[in-house]
Nanobody, 124 residues
Framework: QVQLVESGGGLVQAGGSLRLSCTASGRTVRNYAMGWFRQAPGKGRDVIATITWSGANTDYADSVKGRFTISRDNAKNTVYLQMNSLKAEDTAVYYC?????????????????WGQGTQVTVSS
């Protein structure tokens, strides 16, 4: 069993930045890809960014490309999401997720473990 815990959310003004962290604990799973998803009020859960086990490959939703950066430090069992130039439409609960595969996916159904979510609110 793998437990994921997100942190770093909060309230920020439009144009500001936040860095989210997701740390895994419990059963050690080394060959897993990670993803960040978000869910706005009344909306579905959408993929934001994904990263392979090695970190060599990343993928971003068009809405955040050029503004957000996903990275990972496997030695710390931690994945990060650096969010810059935040917009009001970025307001959502952000979730990290892990899948028992080294290859990333945009589909939430492909992920096996989920964090509890962290709220990001962007004011304008």
């Amino acid at each position: 069993q793998v437990q994921l815990v997100e942190s770093g959310g909060g309230l920020v003004q439009a144009g500001g930045s936040l860095r989210l962290s997701c740390t895994a604990s419990g059963r050690t799973v080394r060959n897993y890809a990670m993803g960040w998803f978000r869910q706005a009020p009344g909306k579905g859960r959408d993929v934001i960014a994904t990263i392979t086990w090695s970190g060599a490959n990343t993928d971003y939703a068009d809405s955040v490309k050029g503004r957000f950066t996903i990275s990972r430090d496997n030695a710390k069992n931690t994945v990060y999401l650096q969010m810059n130039s935040l917009k009001a439409e970025d307001t959502a609960v952000y979730y990290c997720a892990a899948r028992t595969s080294a290859y990333m996916s945009r589909a939430s159904s492909h992920y096996d473990y989920w964090g509890q979510g962290t709220q990001v609110t962007v004011s304008s």
